[in-house]
């Protein structure tokens, strides 16, 4: 590909990316939705209920966030904790805010150790809502609807009550009933028992704190989502809350993130593997993001941290509701469902299905590339249901189907290029003779490529095609919670990176060391760089490129290695037995050219004496 062809596809790919993020919602903005549009909710659905007995109050040390003064509680009375237990999950309501504390995922481990880390299993299960200040559908809007934040816990039959009476009058009931598919039901009353009419200013409506996995998260996914009835917006709160401007210049980050006409339909807040979101029966009229600070990590869970590594952060998200009056005697009712569980795609299209609002889109499959992304998480889950495989052995296998697809096309590209090479002397002497006339040498030019049946752009054709696909597959196995812990090989996550030890001393090296701790060695990575250096001596150079041009290109896969190096081991699988296939093809290509007759080309044209 010359240097042209490389400047259009990249105004191409710009034009894309204007268009999905700045023009379209300019000319398309989303429509405020009518009242109970979506999440009309269904009778409560059935559910294995346990509540934990009366002298276990508390989660276990080993899940518990750390203690301390919560928002706006009266820290003189003591906090009260009551858990409520199913088949999914460990749900703990606080008495601070009425709401629920924390959620203990009881069938995903909080960590998964990899072969270098010389330490036991923690124990611990993956938790949401970690180390929150506040819980999730705590009602904030000053001392009309809060008083002292304290609330009375209380079981029922089918999970937990909070209940509060103000000062003024105002009484606020919360019935959370526990469901199946990671669900929770909550109705929320607001009663005036007074004889006045009440006054309440506009609430925020705690949806939870977007946090990080354990220690060794770094946050580059954790952040926020939320859908207005036509598409979702995804913040990452590293990202909107940087500090970091365009290059490397610094700015000041907002204080805070707000979204919505009275429009939005759930919001959640998430991170890798996992999501809190809330699910309101009538849409709320505003969405607010705060970035909130976490304590830092203690214990072992520093052993593998970077010396320099920053303090974790949150990202504290409420929806709003709009002030309201109360006149004596009446009650204003609203009603949620609560997802508290993994980003697993079946489970969350079953939800939007019930509900019909989309909550499989906290996937990530509303973007541009979403598409792709989920039909091969699908193909994914597919192929390892039907083959009985691993999950390594199945990205192996959508590989060579995804190649097998397109091998008609990349071997048609090969044959192209190759004749373009062959066409260099005739279109040499083109230049040379009409270099006066520019014009005219790009018609005689482009007459030669018709009348030799070649197309200058068959060589990338094939990289442009298949960009979607890589595009695809690098955001479906980011998000993809069926290869945590999946193993393979020598790999024993293949939603992390690969590493066999760490090479002490060497934490100073760029993009890829561990400052303090040292250089990890992760094998795949190095495996997939040495097959696309092969690849790219292998692959015939366009004609007409600058040399220098040319040897960047060629060396070009180091600069991905870098990047990739310390990503997930599913992702350079993939990239490396694609790389392996490549290679085969092109080599496949070579022996049937050498077998098959030379091709005739038409003869430079005659210079005139």
């Known amino acids: 590909m010359d240097r042209k062809s490389i400047i259009v596809l990249i105004a191409c790919f710009g034009l894309l990316l204007l268009w999905t993020t700045v023009i379209v919602p300019k000319l398309y903005p ?21 509540t934990a007995p009366a002298a276990s109050t508390a989660p276990s040390p080993a899940a518990a966030p750390a203690a301390g003064p919560l928002w706006t509680a009266n820290t003189n ?30 069938h995903y481990p909080e960590t998964v150790a990899s072969r270098h880390e010389k330490r036991p299993e923690s124990g611990r299960w993956a938790t949401l809502n970690t180390h929150a200040s506040v819980p999730a559908l705590a009602v904030l809007g000053g001392p009309e609807v809060q008083g002292d934040g304290i609330f009375r816990l209380t079981r029922t039959a089918t999970g937990i009550r909070a209940e509060k009476t103000l000062t003024n009058g105002l009484t606020v009931v919360k019935d959370f009933a526990l469901g199946s598919n990671y669900l929770l039901t909550a109705t929320v009353r607001l ?48 990202a909107y809350f940087s500090t970091r401007g365009f290059g490397c210049m610094p700015r000041v980050p907002p204080a805070e993130y707000r979204g919505g006409q009275t429009n939005v339909v759930w919001a959640a807040v998430h991170n890798q593997f996992f999501a809190l979101a809330v699910i309101p029966q009538d849409p709320a009229s505003e969405v607010i993001v705060r970035r909130v600070n976490l304590p830092r990590p203690t214990g072992e869970d520093t052993q593998f941290l970077a010396t ?24 204003e009712q609203r009603q949620f469902y609560l997802f508290a569980g993994p980003k697993e795609y079946r489970i969350l299209a079953n939800i939007a299905a019930q509900l019909n609002n989309k909550m499989d889109s906290i996937m990530g499959f509303g973007t541009v590339w979403g598409f792709f992304s989920k039909a091969l998480l699908i193909g994914m889950n597919t192929l390892h249901e039907f083959l009985r495989i691993s999950y390594g052995w199945t990205i192996v296998a959508i590989t060579v189907l995804i190649k097998v697809v397109f091998w008609p096309l990349t071997a048609a590209s090969t044959r192209s290029m190759k004749r373009m090479q062959a066409l260099q002397p005739q279109l040499a002497a083109i230049k040379e003779k009409y270099k006066d006339d520019p014009m005219k040498a790009q018609r005689k030019t482009m007459e030669l490529w018709k009348e030799n ?53 060497l934490g100073f090296v760029p993009f890829i ?42 060396y070009m896969p180091l600069m991905f290695l870098f990047l990739l190096y310390n990503y997930s081991a599913g992702m350079a699988l993939y990239w490396t037995v694609n790389n392996l ?13 050498v077998a098959a007759p030379a091709p005739v080309l038409t003869p430079p044209p005659k210079k005139r004496k």
């Open 77 to 106: 009375s003591p906090e009260e904790l009551l858990v409520a237990t199913n088949r999914d999950a460990r749900y703990t309501f606080t008495s601070y805010g009425g709401g629920l504390k924390l959620i203990d995922l009881v």
């Open 453 to 505: 049946k070649v197309n200058p752009m068959g060589g990338c054709l094939p990289m442009v095609i298949q960009m979607p696909i890589f595009i695809g597959f690098f955001t479906m196995i980011r998000n993809a919670i069926e290869l945590r812990g999946a193993s393979f090989l020598w790999m024993t996550d293949l939603s992390r990176p690969d590493t066999l030890f760490i090479i002490p001393g």
């Open 513 to 554: 060391g561990i400052p303090g701790i040292g250089l990890p060695f992760n094998l795949l990575p190095l495996i997939m760089g040495a097959t696309m250096l092969w690849q790219s001596h292998l692959t015939p150079a366009s004609p007409g490129v600058d040399p220098a041009q040319q040897k960047i290109m060629r």
């Open 308 to 331: 320099n590594a920053l303090p974790p952060v949150g990202y504290e998200t409420s929806l709003v509701y709009p002030a309201l009056t109360l006149a004596p005697g009446e009650t």
């Open 581 to 593: 296939l490549t290679i085969l093809q092109t080599k496949l290509t070579r022996m049937q050219q």
């Open 30 to 50: 989303p429509k405020p939705l009518p009242s109970r549009a979506t999440n009309a909710l269904p009778s409560s659905p059935t559910a294995d209920v346990t």
């Open 191 to 238: 009663e005036n028992h007074s004889t006045g009419t009440l006054s309440l200013p506009a609430q925020e409506w705690t949806v939870g704190t977007a946090t990080p996995m354990n220690a060794q998260d770094q946050g580059q996914a954790v952040g926020m989502m939320w859908y207005n009835g036509v598409k979702q917006a995804d913040i990452l709160g590293s």
